[in-house]
């Protein structure tokens, strides 16, 4: 069965991310909280180790493979995108889950620059047509990109 998975973005959790009622019939959705985010808000011992994209790839990829799950489209938002990458990686060098398609919206090459679109959101609509455009384009993200619609 196909899965698709949504990683969100830095200051968001599963419960921004979750997928319209007609996309939800057609895969198996995954939408976990990130460390530190969510329902997993809580620190984690020893330290900021846990909070590395990486990590936070590899405690995905661990979950993965325990729900057996051979085949997987991946869906990343913002700082989900780096995640996203690394996880990418990782299932292409296990050899499983095949990665079928991928999604990276408003993605951040670099993981230290994942606070435009928080930003964006954080700051409202504001009061010019250009802020207007940018705060509706953040959230227009994540909505069309969990809609089927951009899916091959």
């Known amino acids: 069965p196909q ?3 949504f990683i969100h973005g830095l200051g968001s959790d599963s419960n921004t991310c979750q997928p319209p ?10 939408v976990p909280d990130l460390l530190g985010h969510g329902t997993d808000a809580s620190p984690k011992p020893p330290g900021a180790e846990h909070y590395t994209m990486k990590h936070q790839a590899s405690c ?5 493979e325990q729900e057996g799950v051979t085949s997987l489209f991946i869906v990343a ?9 690394d996880l990418l ?4 060098a296990r050899g499983a889950p095949e990665v079928t398609g991928m ?6 090459i670099d993981e230290g620059d994942c606070f435009g679109s928080k930003k964006m959101v954080a700051g409202g609509a504001g009061d010019t047509p250009s802020s207007a455009a940018l705060y509706h384009s953040a959230v227009d993200l994540v909505n069309v990109s969990t809609d089927g619609t951009l899916w091959p």
């Open 3 to 5: 899965h698709a998975i």
């Open 103 to 108: 999604i990276y919206a408003e993605g951040n």
């Open 89 to 92: 990686d990782m299932c292409r």
């Open 77 to 85: 938002h913002s700082m989900g995108g780096p995640i996203a990458l």
């Open 60 to 64: 995905i990829a661990r979950t993965l």
């Open 21 to 30: 009622e007609p996309v939800l019939s057609r895969v198996t959705w995954i």
